[in-house]
């Protein structure tokens, strides 16, 4: 009986460090959420507005050419992946990578992580990848989002990969987080718009012409669509993180108490029998 109290005794000190590591990381996940969920819904209206403008290009020109707006030459696509750097975020890695493997399937494809556990998965799985210079996604910075843009359209001109396709979580709401796929390149609907606004021509008057401004622009808006997924994942993360870590502490208090009344009662029952004892001895004398 006192080994089993003893081992239940250690047990309940083993959770409470658990506890206090899981609320700690709870009370940090927190402190950084409102910062980087600040900061998404800030970045949103960038690449929207810039997106309106590539449309607006486009539909005001009836000899509008660009390879960005081409059908694709290639039927490769590279993945931009931006996961998190570390794990203890409930299923967020896990539901993107799950989000990948269904949009990719059957397809010939390439990679771009950024973040660590995009570039192990990319390992794992044996996925050729683009580059791996931007593995950790807590210390990407607007520039090396154009940096990645620049790369990327690059390669895309090149004719490397004729897609380029963003997976990334979207955050929804501070319970609630959406992993997707969505196109970056190339800009189909473009002609679409234009086919169906009829060529509505403005009094904008491009220099040297529109095709190599619409050029100039698309870097500039696959990096800021880049760091608007970037931004939104790490809002996600976090907000992932914090319920997670919520969640454990609440077990392990749980736990905490359960193992509490049970060592309770294994000591009451050790006193109970030692006192029968006593008096059995007692009354034998």
């Known amino acids: 009986m006192a080994a089993n109290m003893k081992a239940v005794k ?8 658990t506890m206090q590591i899981t609320k700690a990381m709870e009370l940090v996940a927190s402190s950084k959420l409102r910062k980087a969920k600040e900061r998404a819904e800030t970045c949103r209206p960038y690449f929207k507005e810039l997106h309106q403008t590539l449309k607006d290009i486009a539909a005001g020109n009836t000899d509008f050419t660009s390879v960005y707006v081409k059908e694709a030459a290639s039927d490769k696509t590279c993945y931009v992946v931006v996961a998190g750097d570390r794990g203890l975020a409930g299923g967020y890695n896990a539901n993107l990578f799950k989000c990948l493997e269904a949009d990719s399937a059957g397809k010939d494809f390439l990679v771009l992580p950024i973040g660590k556990k995009a570039v192990e998965y990319a390992h ?19 520039a090396d989002c154009y940096e990645m843009a620049n790369l990327l359209c690059e390669e895309f001109r090149k004719g490397t990969f004729g897609h380029i396709d963003l997976c990334y979580t979207t955050f929804v709401s501070m319970l609630s987080q959406q992993p997707g796929v969505i196109s970056a390149l190339p800009i189909v609907d473009l002609k679409e718009d ?19 401004v619409f050029d100039a622009i698309v870097p500039e808006y696959l990096g800021g669509l880049i760091y608007g997924s970037v931004c939104e994942s790490l809002a996600s993360e976090l907000a992932a993180r914090r319920m997670a870590m919520e969640a454990a ?19 009451q029952a050790s006193i109970t029998q030692e006192i029968t004892e006593i008096v059995a001895g007692a009354e034998g004398i």
């Open 249 to 267: 502490t609440s077990n392990a208090e749980e736990m905490i108490g359960k193992l509490n009344l049970y060592y309770n009662r294994a000591r």
């Open 124 to 142: 794992r799985k044996g996925y050729e990848c683009l580059t791996e210079e931007f593995a950790e996604v807590a210390e990407i910075s607007v």
């Open 194 to 212: 234009s086919q169906e606004e009829k060529a509505v021509r403005n009094l904008i008057l491009y220099e040297p012409d529109a095709a190599e």
């Open 10 to 17: 250690l047990r309940i000190k083993s959770v409470q460090s």
